[in-house]
């Protein structure tokens, strides 16, 4: 069963940058299609952005386009988001998941953007 663990959330100043990184385990990491999601106070977890299984394909959430960037490294098992200017509306716990025949969930990272 594959296991994911998030590292990389902080508090940062609006405009900052920050990379989340899920690390992976359990399983080939290149056998799953992977996303980020994320969950503000009071809302409804939303999906950030996702990337296929050999990395080729990407998509994004229109909030984050030109800003967020997906990548994932096969040989280290670890997926990647590289976070540019950085908005307060992006404060959120961010979520890593896996998904081939089923859904495989990280425990989140917080995000804090706020001067």
């Known amino acids: 069963q594959l296991q994911l663990v998030e590292s990389g959330g902080g508090l940062v100043q609006p405009g900052g940058s920050l990379r989340l990184s899920c690390a992976t385990s359990?399983?080939?990491?290149?056998?799953?299609?992977t996303g980020w999601f994320r969950q503000a106070p009071g809302k409804e977890r939303e999906a950030v952005a996702c990337?296929?299984?050999?990395?080729?394909?990407?998509n994004y959430a229109d909030s984050v386009k030109g800003r967020f960037t997906i990548s994932r490294d096969n040989a280290k098992n670890t997926v990647y988001l590289q976070m540019n200017s950085l908005k307060p509306e992006d404060t959120a716990v961010y979520y890593c998941?896996?998904?081939?025949?089923?859904?495989?969930w990280g425990q989140g990272t917080q995000v804090t953007v706020s001067s």
């Open positions: 998941n896996a998904y081939q025949f089923a859904v495989y």
């Open positions: 359990g399983s080939t990491l290149e056998d799953y299609a």
């Open positions: 990337i296929s299984s050999s990395g080729r394909s990407t």
